[in-house]
């Protein structure tokens, strides 16, 4: 834990939906001092002085949907390199998945990752447990106060992690104490396309048929399925990477966040890419739920503006390159997305897509606040000293010689960003200073308000 002073001074801090000048005082690992106009003399005494002139001061941002792939799949990534990567992209705290194997489906491979977390992450983190079709008594035992949430499949996934059971459905919704975040596609539509691809197409189905194939009506279908439950039990639902007009008429601004029993979450690929893209990126921009139609993407900025879509995040899911060949039916579906994600949306700002208020809304403040996350996600005296600086002046060339992803590639490879990611701190201690990663830094868990 930091034990020093250091005093970001001059800075332009976005924080709170404002955008104001002040310097931040970081002692023992937490913000201690916030100041609007001078800096009193005795707080420059024994303090490392950060001048911030000219850039933006945020608060860490929260992923809440990462693929880390530890334990298992550590050819693709581990909690170590892509929490390195997370840093280094302003990212201070990550919420992981349960889809590794062993699968995160009990509470004895819950705590194992926990315990994998203290020994390797650079980051702050938090892991879900998984639910099953036959796991109800593990997710009983679940510890709200130390699990970030519920992951359901409700659509294709990995081993039994696909939740088809109706009545399984009901008895969590209805008993879980934890946040239910959900995976929504509709299983018997996806493979209903399917065959209607391979019928036309044979098994090498183009990577521009994976938008049809789980399309827009797979992913409503889902998605309507686990709002009506929510509403009939009362259950914290949000539901993961939106990426169809069609959904949004299932989402609200009537009430604030904090009041907000059902939210919403749209990740980087969704709001960049389109349908249009398949031609130049191929199966790089392949994800579930697909990428799709320059509409539903438009779609999902509207509703972003108008708060119908709460939190934005990664969906970071390394694969090695020759996991990612083939198309609609063979490519892996993910892409590592962690060490670009802020700097590409403060790029979408200066285009005037989004404020960059609204960045540090949607990717800080609403992730700590719609899972109840305590001490962070804000700039305020007594929370953790999770901040990035970022200059919004100085343009990053993502670059083979520049990726941290242990896989080694990413779909943003050679896209110039208007922004950079300067400094990361995590609990007070640099980890991240131009360039250069300090991976001798652990993180600590996140911990949640019941």
């Known amino acids: 834990m930091a034990s020093h002073k250091v005093l970001i001074h001059n800075a332009e801090i976005l924080n709170e939906q404002k955008r104001v000048p002040g310097s931040v005082l970081i002692e023992n690992g937490r913000i201690t001092g916030i100041y609007r106009s001078a800096v009193p003399g005795e707080v420059y005494t024994n303090a490392e002085i950060i001048d911030a002139t000219g850039m933006y001061l945020m608060p860490g941002a929260i992923d809440d949907q990462v693929h880390f792939r530890e334990p298992g799949l550590t050819h693709k990534g581990d909690i170590f390199t892509e929490s ?5 992209g302003g990212i201070t705290s990550f919420m992981e998945m349960p889809n590794t194997k062993p699968q995160t489906t009990t509470i004895e491979a819950w705590e194992e990752k926990n315990k994998l977390g203290s020994e390797k992450s650079v980051v702050n983190y938090a892991f879900y447990l998984g639910a099953t079709n036959d796991n109800i008594e593990e997710i009983r035992k679940a510890d709200p106060t130390r699990t970030c949430g519920l992951k359901i499949f409700m659509g294709s996934s990995t081993g039994n992690m696909l939740v088809d059971n109706r009545e399984t459905l009901e008895k969590i919704f209805s008993e879980t104490k934890l946040l239910v975040a ?6 018997a539509t996806i493979r209903e396309n399917t065959e209607k691809a391979k019928a036309k197409f044979g098994e090498e189905v183009p990577i521009e048929m994976h938008p049809v194939i789980r399309n827009a009506e797979a992913c ?6 686990a709002v009506s439950l929510a509403r009939k039990y009362n259950t914290r639902l949000h539901v993961l990477h939106l990426s169809s007009a069609k959904e949004m008429s299932l989402f609200s601004n009537a009430a604030f966040i904090s009041n907000k029993l059902i939210t919403g ?3 980087i690929h969704h709001l960049w890419f389109s349908d249009e893209d398949y031609a130049n990126y191929g199966s790089n921009i392949k994800w579930n739920p697909s990428v799709k139609s320059a509409a539903d993407r438009d779609a999902l900025w509207i509703a972003l503006k108008e708060d119908r879509l709460d939190i934005i995040a990664t969906d970071h899911a390394p694969h090695l390159p020759r ?3 083939g198309g609609a039916l063979n490519a892996a579906s993910g892409g590592p997305m962690v060490q670009h994600a802020v700097m590409a949306m403060f790029t979408k700002a200066a285009q005037g897509f989004i404020s ?8 800080c403040h609403a992730p700590a606040t719609v899972y109840r ?22 343009p990053y060339t993502v670059s083979q010689e520049n990726i941290l992803y242990k896989c080694g590639w990413s779909p943003f490879e050679g896209t110039t960003f208007s922004a950079s990611v300067e400094k990361t701190w995590v609990n007070g201690e ?10 001798s830094y652990r993180g600590q868990a996140l911990t949640f308000e019941v």
């Not at 640099?430 to 991976?439: A, K």
């Open 430 to 439: 640099l980890v991240f200073d131009n360039g250069v990663v300090d991976d």
């Open 220 to 225: 409503y279908l889902s998605s309507s399925l």
């Open 182 to 187: 959900v995976h929504c596609e509709d299983e």
């Open 84 to 88: 390195r990567a997370a840093a280094a």
């Open 373 to 394: 996350i305590k001490e962070r996600g804000f700039v305020r005296e007594g929370y953790f000293a999770d901040l990035v600086l970022v200059n919004p002046n100085k």
């Open 323 to 325: 996991e990612k060949e």
């Open 265 to 267: 979450e749209v990740c």
């Open 356 to 363: 960059p208020e609204a960045v540090v809304q949607k990717m």
